[in-house]
């Protein structure tokens, strides 16, 4: 099956009477956790589930651990088979339009082997924009009978990128804001600076001024130009905390980029142990 990255506000409307689709609203906001349940609860695309980030796309924070760790596998397959996934269905996420929350739905459903999986391309934003049908409806589902065939070679562990971290046939991106990359602010964690090695690549350079998706052959271009050589099966994908980074992974994919994996704690499990190694400025 070739696996799925992006799907159009149009094509999908055409689509929500079938039986096998799922749609799940990612939306969310790091400052206001329950910003996206109130608005999904307002209104959402028909049949949508809500996916928390906090709640369902990631485990407990541990004392070591990046401040959204992966769930473990079994404990998705179980959230997914009470929402009424089947290894049938043909999965759709969605957020208010930069699919950053989206993108980390779709990669945690191609972890666990799901590859009939996208990401509805600018998201609530767009559908909204072509007036495109919403519901305040929240709908039980038959629980589905999802079997998980589990990817552990899609991530990587801090181990992997201290490794990596001097490795000329390697690479690491960074796809945190610039100013967060060099260490001129860090709003959220407790040490500014990135990974010595990682190259910035923002998760905005992916996108249009409409929070789009740029057209793969574009981004091919742009990524290579990061990449500078180096195959994405020896590309590590980082952020704040494993989430924008899947953005990343979205949009190597779609641009025909494949293989390149994620470190889930990444910036945030990363800086927590004063033993790893920090560098600031702009240079990797």
Known sequence: MTTRTLVQAEDLALRL????????????????????????????????IYADLNRDMAAAVTPASGRHPLPLPSEFEARLRAWGVSNDSSVVAYDDGNSIY????WWMMRWLGHD???????????WQQLDLPLDDEVRARAPGDFAATPHPEFTVDAAAV????????????????????????EPIDAVAGHVPGARNHPFTTSLDDSGRFRPATDLRAALSQSLAGVPPERTIAMCGSGVTACHLLLAMEHAGLHGAR???????EWSRDPSRPVRTGDGP
């Open 116 to 126: 009939d999986v996208a990401v509805l391309d600018g998201g609530m934003r767009r």
């Open 102 to 105: 989206a993108a980390r739905f």
């Open 17 to 48: 009477s079938d039986p096998r689709l799922r749609i799940f609203d990612c939306r969310f906001d790091l400052a206001r956790p329950q910003y996206g349940r109130a608005r999904y609860d307002d209104e959402h695309l028909p049949g949508a």
């Open 262 to 268: 994620l470190y889930p704690g990444s910036w945030s």
């Open 162 to 185: 201290l490794a990596q971290t001097g490795d000329r046939t390697a690479r690491i991106l960074d796809v945190r804001a610039p100013e967060r990359y060099r260490g001129e602010v």
